[in-house]
């Protein structure tokens, strides 16, 4: 029995890629959320945004959400295999402190996305989320809609090696998959992204986004220079290791005021920390970083970034 | 009488840890009702779990504890009363009993007069004791991974709590936990019942109500629901058969309230690749049951358990999204397959120099090096010993099998390493025993897997554990109390099986020895070995613990032969000359010990002429002797220990009637002596003085 058959409730309507974006951001902004644009530095995941990764420190309430470009060099394919993406977008939502319905929530917004709940089956699996090099970690789930695994849902517990008081939750929704599934296409180059609303003719994923993945696998994989990638990486952490010393010593001076501690440049060292994390990807899908070396890299990664988070720590109580 | 329901209503538990803390929910609560006298004869306890809520349901519940009453004795009445007035010492002792003055007593005992004081206690309600003291036993209950949810972090709980439930036949008892009041309102289905309350009127009612709400609160039912759902579905393909995983039908049941199935298909030409791929990728990443044509060949189905009951449209969704997501992993997997082709394992031994096997002591190519010695060694023995294997398929097994590690398709699939290297060295036409080793390398991976079929897989095996143990134990990385981060005694335990089960002629001193371990290191890793063993013998296979004791005082090497000792033991044990026997040696040892802490000196039997009941035990032991030791020799265990067994007469008579440390030197020196040969001539097979006896 070839499984051919079509499941033809799935294609009418269907919504294009950018009017997903626009359902989850129109709904959670009718919940009260902050719509940020992506960050417009290279980041692995929506969790290495600033938004997320140093909102969620201290006690302030904040909701967020935003679509952020999530760049894993390695998982680049040259554009040629249907699954699997050097650059993928993530919806990424910040609920500080969760709503006791948060995921009562969650499941309205997926309806608002024209899933019909009770034509498909939904589970809450176990699936626990930590980024070491952030000192960040949290339980939570895979939600799974017929098998697919379409976000990832986490009670961030920590950050920066740091108990959160509140906590958050953490939605991240994986949008071309969700696409793909709404659309029910074979490949995420199929995606229809867009749609001539005069003329109905789509602009494809493939279209707008093929060429970048093919390019960028090449630089990754192939010509990204190698000296100069570990230049710029001891350059940056450089100039971040001397901001933190300076954040240090500043932070935690009697005699420092308030206003000359909130001036301190900790959002540009995090920055720094950022371009660090992204240069090691790069050296990583390169192949130049050996074994042995990997695990020290990333405890550079980490005293940066764990650095920044305890400073902005206390530059938020100053 | 009443029904006491609890239910504490949660986001989705991990399906892995729901069991254990629905029983210990169950265990908690009835040790409570009966440590504070609640429980009623013959009252139940039942549990239910679903994702979203552990439950339980006590049928007799006392209304509430029964009143005491107590007799305190106090001070001596001339000390609290003076010229019939109460002093300081009176009132002190009142307060303390929590009675007036004047309801203290005279009580006459054989000492004097004391003053006494009878206390009555009211027993607090059922209510009330549930309340203080129910929400601590819940927030008390194990989880492997806890999280904190409210701010302040108040507690840690495995996930939110968001409703209790918790009545006393139909009253609510007011307690409350991690914040949340309790109430009579549940919650059913997520989208089959949706959001409305869902009330439970009666704590009996509960499951009934539930079920209106689609959700089965018993796990035997779901259980039971899912398995016939199984059969039902696999039945619509002639001939087939749903592959059976008790720990996926496990997984099933606690992720689901309502669980219905869908068969669902994939295409056959997909069947090419190879099965432990198709069931890893359907088991572990979708949770899907395999299913098997007449001849146990897989085909190209599967079976998804769904947390949903849908109308046939919403069926066909649900069957073509997860089809679409199989089918995706499954083109991935061929795709790595092929890729991984074009460099076969041999090309890949010098880019094992890139993976690291521990940071302190070297690559995997550093390791392989040192697992080809070790197999070496133990080739020889195994040789030497006469049995037939094949050493150039060994020897290449252990070159190319940690090769796979490179390969994208266990990249993708860790849990197949191994397997995976087997089944390319097989693709690319290796050997079929070289193939075969490395397939084998990893098993027994628990006490309940099998140990490798091949002698070729089996050597590899122990090459490859007692390699990394001793390596590890070097730099510092032997485990200590539960800390065991590279999981040193599962590997241990996988030696002890192999050795247990297979045929190979070793010993854990020849596994050793060929490790090249030297040092304190070898002292150590020695230890482990012997404790590992004292650890399969009592835990895996069963023995009684003094059994143990008993055949690993005697000797630890051979670990067939201490097996076939603890048989022989077990069954022995049981007769009462035995029993006698095993007494009699105890006391041996202990007089023995004795003697040499007195400085009592050990002298020859023969030294003096012994008393009638001396002498006969030792022509005793001298005749039984040879024909213990010809018996232990051809491993006749059992006749042995029989044997053993009739020097009961001579043994008690010796200690009835002689007096072992006679004060004269010379005769304490020869019985010390006779008893002390009789000891260590008996003991070989097992130390008898370990037997408990009753």
Not at chain 1, 206 to 216: D, P, S, T, Y
Not at chain 2, 173 to 198: N, T, W
Not at chain 2, 450 to 464: C, K, M, R
Not at chain 2, 635 to 645: D, K, N, P, S, V
């Amino acid at each position: 029995m070839p499984s051919t058959e079509l499941a033809p409730t799935l294609k009418t309507g269907a919504l294009t890629f950018q009017d997903l974006l626009f359902r989850l951001q129109g709904f959670w902004a009718e919940r009260g959320c902050v719509l940020q644009q992506p960050y417009d530095v290279e980041v692995g995941a929506g969790t290495m945004a600033p938004e997320t990764f140093l909102r969620v420190l201290g006690p302030r309430p904040y909701r967020v959400g935003y679509a952020q470009p999530s760049r894993r060099p390695a998982d680049g394919r040259y554009g040629e295999n249907p699954n699997r993406l050097f650059k993928h977008t993530q919806f990424q939502l910040i609920l500080k402190p969760p709503p006791e319905n948060v995921q009562e929530l969650y499941l309205q917004s997926l309806e608002a996305l024209g899933i019909d709940l009770k034509k498909h089956d939904l589970k809450f699996e176990e699936d626990n989320w930590e980024w070491p090099a952030g000192g960040a970690w949290g339980v939570g789930w895979q939600v799974m809609l017929d098998g697919l695994e379409i976000t990832q849902f986490t009670y961030f517990q920590q950050c920066g090696g740091m108990d959160l008081d509140p906590i958050c939750a953490e939605l991240t929704y994986g949008l071309e998959r969700i696409a793909a599934f709404l659309q029910d296409v074979d490949s995420i180059y199929d995606i229809v992204w867009a749609r001539d609303p005069d003329t109905g003719r789509p602009v494809t994923y493939g279209e707008v986004r093929l060429a970048e993945e093919l390019q960028f696998s090449v630089y990754n994989f192939e010509v990204a220079d190698i000296a100069n990638l570990w230049e710029h990486f001891n350059r940056f952490e450089a100039e971040a290791k001397e901001l933190l010393a300076l954040a240090d010593a500043l932070l935690s001076s009697e005699t420092a005021t308030s206003v000359e501690k909130r001036r301190f440049p900790l959002l540009a060292t995090y920055e720094l920390a950022l371009k660090c994390s992204n240069l090691f990807n790069v050296l990583d899908a390169r192949g130049a970083i050996s074994v042995t070396e990997r695990v020290g890299v990333i405890g550079r990664i980490r005293a940066l970034a764990v650095g920044v988070a305890k400073a902005y720590a206390l530059q938020q109580t100053a | 009488m009443a029904d006491f329901l609890l239910e504490i209503g949660l986001e989705e538990v991990p399906a892995r840890m729901i069991a254990g803390a629905e029983a210990e929910l169950g265990r908690r609560v009835h040790d409570l009702l009966t440590r504070e006298r609640l429980l009623a004869d013959g009252a139940t306890v039942k549990t239910y779990s679903t994702p979203r809520r552990l439950a339980l349901l006590v049928e007799g519940v006392l209304a509430g504890q029964a009143d005491t009453q107590e007799q305190m004795t106090g001070p001596s009445w001339k000390v609290a009363f003076k010229d019939g007035a109460p002093t300081a010492a009176a009132e002190a002792f009142a307060k303390k009993a929590g009675v007036a003055v004047s309801a203290l007593e005279k009580v006459t005992t054989p000492k004097g007069e004391y003053v006494g004081a009878t206390v009555r206690r009211q027993g607090i309600r059922a209510s009330e004791l549930l309340v203080a003291e129910l929400p601590k036993e819940v927030l008390a209950i194990y989880w492997a991974k806890n999280m904190y949810w409210r701010a302040g972090k108040p507690e840690r709980f495995v996930r939110p709590v968001r409703w209790v439930v918790a009545l006393l036949d139909s009253s609510v008892v007011p307690l409350e936990i991690a914040g949340i009041a309790a109430g009579q309102a549940s919650r059913g289905h997520r989208v089959l019942h949706g959001e409305a309350p869902v009330v439970i009127d009666a704590a009996k009612n509960y499951a009934e109500i539930l079920r209106r709400a689609h959700v089965v609160a018993e796990v035997s039912e779901r259980r039971h629901t899912i398995r016939k759902a199984l059969d039902a579905a696999t039945r619509t393909i002639a001939g087939a058969r749903w592959r059976e995983d008790e720990p996926l039908v496990e997984t099933v049941v606690h992720l689901t309230e309502w669980p219905t199935v869908i068969l669902g298909n994939f295409e056959a030409e997909y069947l090419t690749l190879p099965e432990e791929v198709l069931v890893t990728v359907m088991r572990d990443h979708q949770k899907y049951f395999a299913v098997e044509d007449a001849h146990s060949k897989l085909a190209p189905h599967f079976l998804a358990v769904l947390n949903t009951e849908t109308d046939a449209e919403g069926a066909e969704i649900i069957r073509h999204g997860n089809q679409k997501v199989l089918r995706a992993r499954f083109k991935d997997a061929r795709f790595f397959w092929d890729f991984d082709q074009k460099t076969p394992l041999p090309e890949r031994v010098d880019s094992l120099k890139h993976v690291t096997f521990q940071k302190q002591l070297g690559s995997y190519h550093w390791k392989t090096g040192q697992n080809l010695q070790v197999a070496r060694e133990l080739a020889a023995v195994v040789n030497s010993a006469g049995m037939k294997f094949d050493e150039a398929a060994l020897l290449k097994a252990v070159e190319l099998a940690k090769t796979d590690l490179t390969t994208e398709l266990v990249k993708e699939f860790t849990e197949l390493q191994g397997m995976i290297g087997g089944l390319y060295a097989r693709a690319q036409g290796l050997g079929e025993r070289v193939a075969l080793a490395i397939y084998e390398q990893y098993t027994p991976a628990s006490m309940e897997d099998n140990i490798p079929v091949s002698v070729e897989g089996q050597l590899l095996g122990l090459a490859d554990r007692i390699q990394t143990i001793v390596a590890m134990f070097g730099v510092g990385n032997a485990p200590t109390g539960s800390k065991d981060p590279f999981a040193l005694r599962r590997s241990a335990n996988a030696i002890v099986k192999i050795l247990a089960e297979s045929e190979l002629p070793l010993t854990l001193d020849a596994v050793l020895q060929a490790s090249g371990v030297g040092g304190s290191n070898k002292k150590q890793v020695d230890a482990f070995l012997r404790e590992r063993l004292h650890f399969y013998l009592k835990d895996v296979r069963g023995f009684a613990y003094d059994v143990v004791n008993a055949v690993l005082a005697a000797d630890t090497n051979d670990v067939r032969d201490a097996i076939a000792r603890a048989e022989a033991l077990t069954a022995a044990r049981a007769s009462a000359d035995f029993e006698a026997i095993s007494a009699a040696f105890k006391r041996i040892k202990n007089i023995v010990r004795q003697a040499e802490e007195k400085g009592f000196a050990v002298g020859a039997p023969q030294s003096v002429k012994l008393a009638p009941e001396a002498q006969a035990l030792a022509d005793a032991a001298a005749a039984l002797a040879p024909r213990v030791a010809a018996l232990r020799e051809k491993r006749a265990y059992g006749e042995a220990l029989a044997a053993i067994a009739t020097l009961r007469p001579v043994v008690d008579a010796f200690f009835d009637k002689v007096m072992v440390l006679d004060p004269d030197e010379t005769v304490r020196g020869s019985h010390l002596g006779l008893i002390d040969g009789v000891l260590r001539g008996f003991s070989g097979i097992a130390d008898f003085s370990e037997i408990v006896t009753g």
